[in-house]
């Protein structure tokens, strides 16, 4: 796995045309409504980086931070919604994922505003990309398309 997000993150300082993630066909899980949404969540963490690369303000960081971390919470919810109508047999545990990483957001979201330290927000959102994404999420879509 990790080769393969080497290819679309940029680690090394060196970002092209502005993004920080970019999309790769292999993030599609197959289902449509959960891949809008998961390319949706990497343009709010692009346009946050594209903010802190052109030194916007306070406040334009403030409204990108805050729009990743609602955006973040309508997906879940969406997903959450779902992967209950489809029965998923791991349901609560997933929930729980989604229950610590909210937490965890708004907690490093104030935090990096409160330390002027976005950077800090973008590198914990570039983990929990992966994670989330790579990881986490391919479990309920191996369950559900192995129903199909
Ligand atoms: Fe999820
Ligand atoms: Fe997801």
């Given at each position: 796995m990790g080769e393969y997000m080497e290819k679309s993150i940029a680690?090394?300082?060196?970002?092209?045309?502005?993004?920080f993630i970019r999309w790769q066909?292999?993030?599609?899980?197959?289902?449509p409504i959960i891949d809008e949404q998961h390319r949706g969540i990497v343009t709010t963490i692009n346009s946050l980086f594209y903010a802190m690369q052109n030194k916007h303000g306070e406040n334009v960081l403030k409204s990108v931070i805050n729009m990743v971390t609602e955006y973040t919470h309508i997906h879940f919810d969406v997903e959450e919604s779902f992967l209950h109508k489809c029965g998923f047999t791991d349901f609560k545990k997933h929930q729980g994922w989604h229950n610590e990483l909210k937490h965890t957001l708004s907690n490093i979201g104030s935090k990096s505003l409160w330390d002027h330290n976005p950077q800090e927000f973008l590198e914990f959102l570039k983990n929990w990309w992966i994670d989330h994404i790579c990881e986490k999420d391919k479990i309920f879509r191996d369950y559900i398309l192995g129903r199909m």
């Open positions: 680690n090394d300082g060196s970002y092209e045309h502005n993004v066909p292999e993030y599609n899980l197959g289902i």
